[in-house]
T-cell receptor, first 114, second 117 residues
Framework: GENVEQHPSTLSVQEGDSAVIKCTYS??????FPWYKQELGKGPQLIID?????GEKKDQRIAVTLNKTAKHFSLHITETQPEDSAVYFC?????????????FGKGTHLIIQP | DSGVTQTPKHLITATGQRVTLRCSPR?????VYWYQQSLDQGLQFLIQ???????AKGNILERFSAQQFPDLHSELNLSSLELGDSALYFC????????????????FGPGTRLTVL
């Protein structure tokens, strides 16, 4: 089955700096890659996703890049703000593969230092 | 607010007991997914239902079962509970299959925290 590795497990950046979280996946058939943000006591919130036919996608301060050849994808957050502090999860899925359960990475605890 | 609701928020029970967790998907969503989140295993997919029928199984124990009712709400039943079943249980829903082809955007509820003593 699919395996998703996520790094780093903890990331501390100064407010206003950029943060990058990286994930690799094992199943070359995976074609959908969402990113979730989870705040303390809440459920994961979908913040951005990318399909395998796209190399990059941006939404204001957030961007995701995908390298299908290397089987890795990354989340980029620019101009970080205190409210960006949370745990971020990447995930992968083979859409149309018969099973629609997301395979998640272990998460990255992002800390924004004031 | 994702539009997915889960009850109860917290559940404390003893080993060997049985509990039922409830989920109401977003309006119009036909697919419901259950996930377990624990410190050691992370977020793991348990099971998916689509329009009342089981669609896919993940790492779900035989002591666990689920169903989706005609009004599309879903219940996750956990029996013969063990200490290791203590975790957060999330329900997610998506519109996959209910309209044009979608890539399975899943929206999560706030979760049920289960504590087994």
């Amino acid at each position: 089955g699919e395996n998703v590795e996520q790094h780093p497990s903890t990331l501390s950046v100064q407010e206003g700096d950029s943060a990058v979280i990286k994930c690799t996946y094992s199943d070359s058939a995976s074609n959908y890659f969402p990113w979730y943000k989870q705040e303390l006591g809440k459920g994961p919130q979908l913040i951005i996703d990318i399909r395998s036919n796209v190399g990059e996608k941006k939404d204001q301060r957030i961007a995701v890049t995908l390298n299908k050849t290397a089987k890795h994808f990354s989340l980029h957050i620019t101009e970080t703000q205190p409210e960006d502090s949370a745990v971020y999860f990447c995930a992968a899925l083979v859409v149309g593969g018969g099973a629609d359960g997301l395979t998640f990475g272990k998460g990255t605890h992002l800390i924004i230092q004031p | 607010d994702s539009g997915v609701t889960q009850t109860p928020k917290h559940l404390i029970t003893a080993t060997g007991q049985r509990v039922t967790l409830r989920c109401s998907p977003r309006s119009g969503d036909l697919s419901v997914y259950w996930y377990q989140q624990s410190l050691d295993q992370g977020l793991q997919f348990l099971i998916q239902y689509y329009n009342g029928e089981e669609r896919a199984k993940g790492n779900i124990l035989e002591r666990f079962s689920a169903q989706q009712f005609p009004d599309l709400h879903s219940e996750l039943n956990l029996s013969s509970l063990e200490l290791g079943d203590s975790a957060l249980y999330f329900c997610a829903s998506s519109s996959r299959g209910s309209g044009p082809v979608s890539y399975n955007e899943q929206f999560f509820g706030p979760g049920t925290r289960l504590t087994v003593l």
